[in-house]
């Protein structure tokens, strides 16, 4: 059974920072590719940020330079650093798991709510 649990949201005041962290198991953890996304009330769901197997990252445009995908392979825990958080980053922030090669899956976490308001 694959769990992807997130967790290190909550409330902050803008210029602040948090760290996301997703625990990942019943999966290839090392094999996948590790993204965040984010969904902001009435918008679609978007990526933040994302890290393959071998440790390329990509990011949106709007968290470039803000923001810090990372994993830890021996634990299973991929993360996402954020700092000077603004009001635009509120979002519900999930994590997922996919791989494009067989066998081949895309999982999401249940997500994590970051409040940015002073």
């Known amino acids: 059974q694959v769990q992807l649990v997130e967790s290190g949201g909550g409330l902050v005041q803008p210029g602040g920072s948090l760290r996301l962290s997703c625990l990942a198991s019943?999966?290839?953890?090392?094999?996948?590719?590790m993204g965040w996304y984010r969904r902001a009330p009435g918008q679609q769901r978007e990526l933040v940020a994302q890290?393959?197997?071998?440790?390329?990252?990509i990011y949106s445009n709007s968290v470039k330079g803000r923001f810090t995908i990372s994993r830890d392979n021996a634990k299973n825990t991929v993360y996402l650093r954020m700092n000077s958080l603004k009001p635009e980053d509120m979002a519900v922030y999930f994590c997922?798991?996919?791989?494009?090669?067989?066998?081949?899956?895309?999982?999401w976490g249940q997500g994590t709510q970051v409040t940015v308001s002073s």
């Open positions: 997922n798991a996919r791989k494009h090669s067989p066998p081949s899956y895309d999982y």
């Open positions: 890290i393959a197997s071998g440790g390329t990252t």
């Open positions: 019943g999966l290839r953890f090392s094999m996948s590719t």
